[in-house]
């Protein structure tokens, strides 16, 4: 039997009223996303490639969102294609 695929949801994101987990990369999020311990957040970033990919921690460069976790990542090299 195939092991299933990590993701994002393994790691239980923190959902926003309006059901969306993305934080935005500017004002009160980015205040609120910078309040956070830094092994709950993560990154949606676009690859170079036309592809979205989340990676652990908090990038600055090709950033999309922020998404927080209740659960910590443990290791910083961790990143997941992104599934809409």
């Known amino acids: 039997m ?3 695929k990590p993701s994002i949801d393994d790691y239980k994101p923190v959902y926003r009223e309006d ?3 993305g934080f935005e990369t500017y004002g009160e999020d980015l ?3 910078r309040s956070q311990r830094e092994d709950h957040v993560w990154t949606l970033m676009d690859d170079d490639y036309g592809k ?6 908090y990038h600055f460069v090709n950033r999309v969102h922020y998404i927080i976790t209740i ?4 290791d910083s090299t961790l990143a997941f294609p992104y599934i809409d």
Do not use: Q, T
């Open 31 to 33: 205040d609120f996303v």
């Open 19 to 21: 059901n969306s987990m």
């Open 71 to 74: 659960k910590p990542w443990k």
């Open 52 to 57: 979205l990919v989340v990676v652990a921690g």
């Open 2 to 4: 195939r092991k299933p």
